[in-house]
């Protein structure tokens, strides 16, 4: 810009709009709030949806928009769209489909915060919640043939990490025309395509796997396009969308996912298999284990069995409390699907809000611990958990 501005002028125009995003070996963060136009026309076009292009960063911005395509061309979806947080497109998509005198079918074992949404928060707007035993195919299917509007899903589950067939329940859910949503945050769209089994939308908490390196939230939607469409016009007024920043963010994590979940797969199902064979371990809950409930499920309907897994110690509780602090190599923390190795008891991170019969209602031991294998070498890991084990 010419040298003739004040100063005070300057800062505010110098450099801006100079950002040539062509050839850009990455996708540029573009932390502006709106996009300006010199054509009215254009600009009354663009605001009007008739053309391509960016108003204000509530709805769209060009770096969420990247994120957005690759999650859209992951998942295999006709569109995609994004949130502030997984919670956020949870909510938003449950809103969105349901109002008063609705029904949403669902299951028991679901992340703690969508727990909440279907007990505490969706009953208050007249809306018919029924939760099924997870793993119960009459009582899901009956529940669905009398009549619902949303099918509900996650799976693997947390923290049991049990398994249910998208494939067979999305077929229920279409004879009764439902719209089927699935969680896909502990899968990944590396280990596990919901869509491709009839699921009509998948969510993310991308927080998680997805970013994989615990310094980002955000959440992401795909599936069929007038159905995203109508959540992403319900996102844009009530406000959860995600900025740039964070977007970025979890783009760049995204590059190294498909790297991060095979050796994640590879691991787990090493120290699940360790965990399995040893004195002090009572059960041990990973998919990939051929004596897993769901393992058949799992391998028809998943690529990889995941980088999550749960496992009891013989003498409950205060075996726990030996065990946890001496790991070297683990986070004791409530989130997962990190580069780094994260531990915690389901007693004090997702279901703390329960009661310990409603915690063994869901079959979660007290002595339950929750373990999200990391990136790290497996040995170092596998030596990691034997020390602590020795420690009891
Ligand atoms: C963490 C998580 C969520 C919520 O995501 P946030 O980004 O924390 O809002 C939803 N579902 C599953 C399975 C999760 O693990």
Redesign the pocket.
């Known amino acids: 810009m010419s040298t003739s501005y004040n100063k005070g002028t300057a800062a505010v125009w110098a450099g801006e709009g100079n950002v040539n995003t062509k050839g850009a070996a990455t996708t540029p963060i573009v932390n502006s709030v709106a996009f300006s136009y010199t054509d009215l026309d254009e600009w009354y076009d663009v605001s009007k949806g008739n053309k391509e292009g960016y108003i204000y960063s509530r709805n769209t911005n060009p770096t969420v928009a990247a994120l957005e395509e690759k999650i859209r061309v992951l998942e295999d979806a006709e569109a995609a769209t994004s949130f502030a ?4 497109a ?1 909510s938003n998509s449950l809103f969105t489909f349901l109002t008063a005198g609705k029904k949403v079918v669902s299951i028991k074992d679901l ?1 703690g ?2 727990s909440k949404l279907f007990l505490d928060f969706l009953p208050k707007y007249n809306i018919d919640v029924e939760l099924c035993d997870t793993t119960d195919y009459d009582a899901l299917e009956a529940a669905i043939a009398k009549g619902c509007d949303v099918l509900y899903l ?1 799976t693997p589950t ?1 923290p049991t990490l049990k398994i249910v067939d998208i494939e067979r329940l999305s077929k229920a859910a279409k004879a009764v025309g439902a719209v089927v949503m699935v ?1 896909n ?2 899968a990944t769209p590396i280990n596990q395509n919901p869509l491709q089994l009839g699921a009509d939308l998948v969510l993310h ?4 796997f997805l970013n994989g390196h615990s310094d980002a ?3 992401l939607l795909a599936g069929k396009k007038e159905l995203v469409q109508k959540v992403f016009q319900f996102r844009e007024i009530n406000g959860a969308s995600l900025q740039a920043d964070p977007a970025y963010m979890i783009a760049r994590g995204m590059k190294t996912l498909e790297l991060r979940i095979e050796r994640q797969n590879a691991s787990a199902l090493k120290i699940a298999q360790y965990l399995k064979a040893h004195n002090k371990v009572s059960d041990v809950f990973y998919p990939g284990l051929e004596t897993h409930k769901g393992h058949d499920i799992a391998k028809k309907q998943m690529r990889g069995f995941g980088g999550m897994m749960s496992f009891s110690l013989k003498d409950g509780w205060s075996a726990v409390k030996k065990f946890l602090p001496s790991l070297k190599l683990a986070h004791l923390a409530a ?2 699907g990190s580069v780094s190795t994260l531990a915690g008891p389901p007693r004090t991170t997702s279901h703390v809000e329960l009661t310990e019969e409603q915690r063994a209602h869901l079959g979660i031991p007290e002595g339950l611990i929750r373990y999200s294998v990391g990136i790290e070498n497996v040995n170092d890991l596998l030596n990691d958990i034997e020390a602590g084990l020795k420690n009891i």
């Open positions: 947080t997984g919670m956020a949870i992340y915060g969508s996650e947390n969680d945050t502990f908490s991308a927080t998680k939230m955000g959440g989130s997962l």
